[in-house]
Nanobody, 127 residues
Framework: QLQASGGGLVQTGGSLRLSCAADGRTFSRYVMGWFRQAPGKEREFVATISVSGGTILYGDSVKGRFTISRDNAKNAVNLQMNSLKPEDTAVYYC??????????????????????WGQGTLVTVSS
């Protein structure tokens, strides 16, 4: 079970930090990811981090602005979002799934690689 938090309203150029708390029984064995979905659009890959934290991948639209991290001792994954833009406005979802593939596999860009999803947290960036 995943619980996302930290969303809110921020001005363009501002920052937010999203957190996702996970069930400790499986977290340490799961690849974790963040996706987002804006109104009328498909769910979009944001970032993913491997079980060890050694492999991190980002979607092109957030590279250089967002940072994903995980704390296996606290069963949490975080998404630090800087230099936010209005086009970052969306519901953000954390997701987890067993590491069945190489951590660098682009399968982790797709929602189907993840078996467990949080409820989503809304991020709104005003212009």
């Amino acid at each position: 079970q995943l619980q996302a938090s930290g969303g809110g309203l921020v001005q363009t150029g501002g920052s937010l930090r999203l957190s996702c708390a996970a069930d400790g029984r499986t977290f340490s064995r799961y690849v974790m990811g963040w996706f987002r979905q804006a109104p009328g659009k498909e769910r979009e890959f944001v970032a993913t981090i491997s079980v060890s934290g050694g492999t991190i991948l980002y979607g092109d639209s957030v590279k250089g602005r967002f940072t994903i991290s995980r704390d296996n001792a606290k069963n949490a994954v975080n998404l630090q979002m800087n230099s936010l833009k209005p086009e970052d406005t969306a519901v953000y979802y954390c997701a987890g799934g067993p590491q069945k593939f190489s951590p660098t596999s682009k399968v982790y860009y797709t929602p189907s690689a993840y078996s467990t999803w949080g409820q989503g947290t809304l991020v709104t960036v005003s212009s």
